[in-house]
């Protein structure tokens, strides 16, 4: 059996393929929808050797089916979001302090101790909601930093603005995490000229806005906030693990995720380093539903693990899916 000692202690390579191939195995013979499109793809267990012979689930079953891989209670359940009438993706999770060491222990990685900064939090459209997992992870944060000027931001600007102005005039390390479209109100409404600030987006226009290409939307993120780069984190609801951007849009992994990038044009094989290809995420900390997945996101991979992600799959991009519906 596979603990999250294991996920959460890998430091290699060859510790990495170990741990995820049997992963792939357990999963296999307790996920039934996982197995069900393993046997549809004729995938033999037995000569699965590396984790590039690994059938990854493509994401949209998350809308369709109960991807679980264990019989315990659900503790929570995560959704995506969506607009009125469309189908979202729901993830069943049956171990949340998975989740919780995951990304407690993805943020330490990669900035250090919580306690060192201020939260400050822009995310509307997930607020006013329920079932957001990225709420679930920067509400904790936001206890974690034991701060008592970290918190959630609505629509209240003119007191976020005092009091990202104040913090950062102070010297205080500030982390400001938003939605793409709320820091882009929020510097129409106020030129800041932050010194120890790091704004991190989310990514998403949820619809209130013209999507951008990402050059473009940090030289305006960088201008509007008076900083030199924009910080970025990758995840998704069928994920319990982040990625994180320091700048530029390039993105680096905890030890226990890894991504590869298939073909465009023929699903179950994949393109190399510096290539364009769609990209598929192995989380380990995904043990209790499904660990590879195949998501609707093109990128690129280089030579040192780090990606960057370069749009999404629309419906007449996707290629060689037909065996992906059950």
Known sequence: MITPTDIFTITG?????????????YQYENNKVYNDFCKLLNTDVGRVKSIQQIPFLPIQFFKSHEVVS????????FSSSGTTGMITSKHLVTDVAIYEESYRKGFADFYGNIEDYVVLALLPSYLERGGSSLIYMVEDLIKLSN??????????????????IALDDAGQNV???????????????????????????????????????????HEQLCAGFGVTAIHSEYGMTELLSQAYSL??????????????????EDALSYVGTGKTGGINVIDLA????????????LGKKYA???????????????????????
């Open 13 to 25: 390579q060859k510790q990495f393929e170990k741990i995820a191939l049997k992963v792939f195995r």
């Open 70 to 77: 264990n019989n315990d209670p659900v503790q929570a359940t």
């Open 147 to 164: 701060r008592t000027e970290s918190g959630f931001y609505l629509h209240n600007h003119d007191e976020l603005i005092k009091n990202l």
């Open 175 to 217: 982390i400001l995490i938003g939605v793409t479209y709320a820091l882009l109100d929020l510097i129409e409404k106020q030129k800041f000229q932050l010194k120890n600030t790091i704004i991190m987006e989310t990514g998403g226009m949820k619809g209130k806005r013209k999507e951008m290409i990402r050059e473009e939307l």
């Open 247 to 264: 700048g530029d849009g390039i993105f680096e992994c905890p030890s226990w995720i890894q991504i590869l990038l298939r073909d465009t």
């Open 286 to 297: 995904n043990i209790n539903s499904c660990s590879f997945i195949a998501t609707q996101d």
């Open 304 to 326: 040192n693990n780090s990606f960057e992600v370069l749009g999404r799959f629309d419906n007449s991009d996707i290629r060689g899916c037909n065996l992906m519906v059950l």
